[in-house]
């Protein structure tokens, strides 16, 4: 098709290729392993702190009875994707991506310090601001992330390095989210949650000092002019995703994916502290189940697929996912069950969402990358925004312990409409 001509590289192998591939593998080795490890401490900042606010919030909702706090919260980090990402894309291909990582981890290291003055003088308001301030950091620090992975490795590597990448993510998800309740728990009686950030703005410098162990890439394009361009170029790079039909069905699919987690996330929440009435630390343990099963399905898929994009991962994750969320409607009658029901959601969602990545890093050309997953990257975070109202209507018209089932349904819908696209994807990129 015309329109693909912008977006889409196909993977075509000579001898030459085979010798660029060998030296990107021996370059990018030490690069690799140091870029985990940077993503790893951001991704457990990150949600340590998200989680921390979130548990404050629903202890805000039940003191105040409104159920507007926690999806408040979610559509607070949301916000800065929805009007940044445009520019953070086209920064990125500005730019060095090694450059942009670097400069994301010293600010994440200031929002940190920010997060604890605000725990430290207990002033709600700062802290919805740092949420913000981390939501916009995330903002631009998604497409230099995502972007750099295919300027480091060969094609051949990325399936498998995308499950390494979801994998260690959602381990630093897993602890992230586990030791805020169990922080929050210990430390909140005696006023000392600001204790808890000393924490992390040590864990920001480390991640900072391993980003500098990233080989500085080349800028992609450096001849891009982004002066008083605020959304960068958002909107033609959008025009040209949608012009694809089966990239347009890759892409808002992904983005779906990551507005479900929005909504499940916050539903955890409810699920465990109020349908479950668990304290902070059990209902903590509820996401680790979750985040857990997202990271062995990602690494699991990775390593099912031998290098290829396999769209029946896809598909197998969908089936999981369907039928573990509907299994949340009777997984709240006991602890145990309602952790094996959110472990396998997490399996299913790592499946569900690698073939996806994959494609998304493998459609886009090299000058263009930086723009396609900063306009992905908007696509996901409107899919959060919409999450959060969708979830305070849901909580609002429907018991928790059916909120599950009726994303489910919302699932089925988005697969039926993607269906299409979706074969087209797998028919050229597997």
Known sequence: MAERKDLTAKVEADSAAGEGIEVKEKLSERSFCTFVITQFLGAFNDNAFKQLMLLVAVDLAIEKDAAYYQPLAGAVFAIPFVLLSGFAGSLADRFSKTSIIRFCKVWEVLVMLLGGAAFYIENIPLLFFTLFLMGAQSAFFGPGKYGIVPELLPEGRLVKANGIILMTTYLA????????????????????????????????????????????????????????????????????????????SVALTYAYFWGLGAALLM????????????????????????????????????????????????????????????????????????????????????????????????????????RVMGSVNFLCFVCIFLASGIFLLARLWIPIEWIGASLAGLTVLVHLSARRGLSMAARDLS
């Not at 000393?198 to 800028?219: D, E, S, W």
């Not at 145990?336 to 499946?351: K, N, P």
Request: aromatic fraction near 8%; charge should be positive; charged fraction near 15%.
């Open 267 to 370: 539903l955890c929440n409810s699920y465990g502290k109020i349908l479950m009435e668990l304290e902070d630390w059990p209902t903590s343990m509820l996401l680790v189940c979750l985040s857990v099963g997202i990271a062995l399905g990602a690494f699991g898929g990775g390593l099912i697929s031998k290098g290829k994009v396999d769209f029946r991962i896809y598909r197998m994750g969908l089936l999981l996912l369907l039928a573990s969320m509907v299994a949340l409607g009777w997984a709240h009658q006991d602890v145990f069950s309602a952790r094996a029901a959110l472990f396998v959601l997490g399996l299913a969602g790592g499946m569900f969402a690698l073939p996806l990545q994959t494609s998304i890093q493998l459609w886009s050309r090299e000058n263009l990358r930086g």
């Open 173 to 248: 998800i897993t602890l992230g989210t586990a030791s805020s309740g169990l922080l929050k728990d210990a430390l909140e009686d005696d006023g000392g949650l600001y204790r808890i950030q000393g924490f992390l703005v040590l864990l920001a410098v480390l991640g900072t000092l391993a980003a500098l162990g990233i080989r500085r890439m080349p800028v992609a394009q450096p001849e891009l002019a982004i002066r008083g361009k605020l959304f960068g170029d958002l909107r033609p790079t959008l025009v040209d995703i949608f012009a694809d039909r089966s990239f347009r």
